[in-house]
T-cell receptor, first 113, second 116 residues
Framework: RKEVEQDPGPFNVPEGATVAFNCTYSNSASQSFFWYRQDCRKEPKLLMSVYSSGNEDGRFTAQLNRASQYISLLIRDSKLSDSATYLCVPRGGDTGTASKLTFGTGTRLQVTL | GAGVSQSPSNKVTEKGKDVELRCDPI?????LYWYRQSLGQGLEFLIY????????KSGLPSDRFSAERTGGSVSTLTIQRTQQEDSAVYLC??????????????FGPGTRLTVL
């Protein structure tokens, strides 16, 4: 099983829609999680950090299900500017690898008029 | 303040040549990472430096790849005898390394390497 698995998409949604992506991870010791956003031909940038059961920031909500080892990202009221690839990043629980992040391949979102 | 910078932004080289890619991390960040991203693919971890500790080289794909970090700041990724499959965007990131901290990685704009 891959360390991080994401549906590559693309998810094509109309402006204003609600869309959710799931990400599954294999390391049950993962302590925290990040969602990064990567625009086309740009570097990834942190969107949200998740340390407990979830986090909410405006239109973005991340939820963590430790029992099933998945984390989701929900985007409400999608904007054209939300079009990007969303990368799921679990942080390892092992002290020695706590800072070595394993990035998923990302889920591509395309918001249309 | 200044972010992570990388140079060159683009590099075109011929197969068999050596290349050096440079990364200037954010001042004060003790951790530095190199990744590469092939077209349409995810980020592939290459190497990780943390302070004065031995680097984690577990992601380097072959012995043609090496990296140094001098003085705990600037890092250079060297690829010897480049091959066409080395063509990718090479991304550098840095982070503060604090116990229990966020440890958000800040990425540079990358170096786009094309091996002809």
């Amino acid at each position: 099983r891959k360390e991080v698995e994401q549906d590559p998409g693309p998810f094509n949604v109309p402006e204003g829609a609600t869309v959710a992506f799931n990400c599954t991870y294999s390391n049950s010791a993962s302590q925290s999680f990040f969602w990064y956003r990567q625009d086309c031909r740009k570097e990834p940038k942190l969107l949200m950090s998740v340390y407990s059961s979830g986090n909410e920031d405006g239109r973005f909500t991340a939820q963590l299900n430790r029992a099933s080892q998945y984390i989701s990202l929900l985007i409400r009221d999608s904007k054209l500017s939300d079009s990007a690839t969303y990368l799921c990043v679990p942080r390892g629980g092992d002290t020695g690898t706590a800072s070595k992040l394993t990035f998923g391949t990302g889920t591509r979102l395309q918001v249309t008029l | 303040g200044a972010g992570v910078s990388q140079s060159p932004s683009n590099k075109v080289t011929e197969k068999g040549k050596d290349v050096e890619l440079r990364c200037d991390p954010i001042s004060g960040h003790t951790a530095l990472y190199w990744y590469r991203q092939s077209l349409g693919q995810g980020l592939e971890f290459l190497i990780y430096f943390q302070g004065n500790s031995a680097p984690d080289k577990s992601g380097l794909p072959s012995d043609r790849f090496s990296a140094e970090r001098t003085g705990g700041s600037v890092s250079t990724l060297t690829i010897q005898r480049t091959q066409q499959e080395d063509s990718a965007v090479y991304l550098c990131a840095s982070s503060l390394q604090t116990s229990g901290g966020n440890n958000e990685q800040f990425f540079g704009p990358g170096t786009r390497l094309t091996v002809l």
